[in-house]
């Protein structure tokens, strides 16, 4: 059974919960789609969406510089420029680029934004050897179908757990492999009338490989990526973000702010433990498949 067949399967099943929808195996993937226009607005405090409308961008003002979180598309840097400048903000005061995981469809534009910006490159020590392998690692499940990129050089590694000071901002890198051997999520607070709130960037939880990758033969990967949903589950998590918005359901919640400054609709303490929850069904629907009897 092909690899679309299994999500499609899964998901019929009732397998994926909608908070854990799974994004569709990157040789299959609609550039047009992905990178739709999107305006760039405020999330939350100093927090903005920068990308297009299928793929986030997330941009911090620290205080000190802008700390952006992916790339996504090559063909999206110019969309993330364009956001950046329509905010009131410059691309050359983007200082950071952190990166969720090194698919062209995180990473692929970050090449283009750190020439324009001069910003430092981070990502975790997997992380790094990936985007300066531009996206061609044999240990990723997704090698051989996932589209190669320009490859990053000087890529700065963040170690698990690690506090970043970013300007007046902290940031904590979490690895959280699974998607990707070394992909990775961000957490943060941003501040608004007093009130701050816990900001978790967490990177892709979806089981998807190559069509010859079977998670089962890989049981040490799959033991690091169950721990995975242990940690996504404990994040301080106020509003999720992904590198997917639909994962999460982001434009829904979005759709029910009754003013820009609202942010009720996006704050939900249980959205990464849900997010985890679904995401570990998703991994039981297809070792389970991939261990079923081949007809």
Known sequence: ?????????????????????????????????????????????????????????????????????????????????????????????????????AHSDHAGGIVALQAASGAQVLASAAGKRELELGGADRSDPQYGSAPRYTPLENVHVVRDGEILRLGHVAVTAHYTPGHTPGSTSWTWESCA?????????????????????????????????????????????????????????????????????DVAPLVDPQACRDYAAGAAKNLDARLAEEQAPQR
């Open 1 to 101: 059974m092909s690899l679309r067949l299994l999500i499609g399967a899964a998901l019929v099943l009732g397998l994926v919960l909608p908070v854990a929808r799974a994004a569709p195996p990157l040789h299959d993937i609609d550039h047009n789609q992905w990178n739709a226009p999107q305006k760039p607005f405020r999330i939350y405090g100093n927090t903005w969406y920068v990308g297009p409308h299928g793929l986030s961008s997330i941009l911090v003002d620290t205080g000190q510089g802008l700390a952006l979180f992916d790339g996504d598309l090559p063909e999206s840097a110019v969309q993330i420029e364009a956001h950046v400048r329509e905010l009131g903000f410059r691309v050359r005061d983007v200082k950071w680029i952190l990166n969720s995981h």
């Open 193 to 261: 009338g007093g009130r701050c709130l816990h900001m978790a960037y967490v990177d892709s939880l979806s089981a998807i490989s190559a069509d010859s990758y079977r998670f089962t033969d890989h049981p040490g990967y799959v033991a690091a990526f169950r721990g995975t949903f242990a940690i996504v589950a404990a994040l301080p998590c106020d509003i999720l973000l992904t590198p997917h918005p639909g994962a999460s359901g982001f434009w829904e919640k979005v759709a029910r702010r009754k003013s820009p400054t």
